[in-house]
């Protein structure tokens, strides 16, 4: 059983970066791995996601400010969040995927103020 947590969340000034950590208790190298987000009253969306071979995609929201990126090395995904602001307040979660395994960890809060 794979167990993920998340670390780095916090509160931030519209403007300013974050870089968000999920750690693995185990290898995720044949995992997918997503950062998702979900606000109070709103739905869980995908934020990011990154592929075995390292192929990412992202939300439309936050293309060109975030960066997902992992170290199989050292079993950690990462979200770098750059030029922050409110509407990106929320509680982030990583989810690991791999086959019908599906872990989820216990999520960082983001919250950009001023």
């Known amino acids: 059983q794979v167990q993920l947590v998340e670390s780095g969340g916090g509160l931030v000034q519209p403007g300013r970066s974050l870089r968000l950590s999920c750690a693995a208790s185990?290898?995720?190298?044949?995992?997918?791995v997503g950062w998702y987000r979900q606000a109070p009253g709103k739905q869980r969306e995908l934020v990011a996601a990154?592929?075995?071979?390292?192929?990412?995609n992202y939300a439309a929201s936050v293309k060109g400010r975030f960066t997902i990126s992992r170290d199989n090395a050292k079993n950690t995904v990462y979200l770098q969040m750059n030029s922050l602001n409110p509407e990106d307040t929320a509680l982030y979660s990583c989810n690991a995927r791999f086959g019908l395994q599906s872990h989820w960890g216990q999520g960082t809060q983001v919250t950009v103020s001023s």
């Open positions: 990154i592929t075995t071979s390292g192929t990412t």
């Open positions: 185990g290898s995720i190298f044949s995992f997918l």
